[in-house]
Nanobody, 117 residues
Framework: QVQLVESGGGLAQPGGSLRLSCAAS????????MGWYRQAPAKQRELVAT???????NYADSVKGRFTISRDNAKNTVWLDMNSLKPEDTAFYSC???????????WGQGTQVAVSS
């Protein structure tokens, strides 16, 4: 089993920045890809960014050039640096870790991000 604990999030002004962190514990050797989803009210869940164990990254078009995902395997932590925030980035953000031993995904508790002036 893997446990994920998120931190960060909160309120930011348009154009501002926030950083989300997601720390994994437990059977961390079993984790392959980690990433972040977000869901805004009345919208479909969106895969925001992913990072593989070797550091390869992918981003949703909506956040490319503004968000950066990074990972430290030794610390079992992944970060999402969000810059140039827009009101449409307002959502509930959830960290996940994909097991490389099964199809299981592990989830953090989630954190709310609000972008408003």
């Amino acid at each position: 089993q893997v446990q994920l604990v998120e931190s960060g999030g909160g309120l930011a002004q348009p154009g501002g920045s926030l950083r989300l962190s997601c720390a994994a514990s437990g059977s961390t050797f079993s984790i392959s890809t980690m990433g972040w989803y977000r869901q805004a009210p009345a919208k479909q869940r969106e895969l925001v960014a992913t990072v593989s164990r070797d550091g390869s990254t992918n981003y949703a078009d909506s956040v490319k050039g503004r968000f950066t995902i990074s990972r430290d395997n030794a610390k079992n932590t992944v970060w999402l640096d969000m810059n140039s925030l827009k009101p449409e980035d307002t959502a509930f953000y959830s960290c996940y870790a994909q097991s490389r031993l099964s199809s299981n995904k592990y989830w953090g508790q989630g954190t709310q991000v609000a972008v408003s002036s």
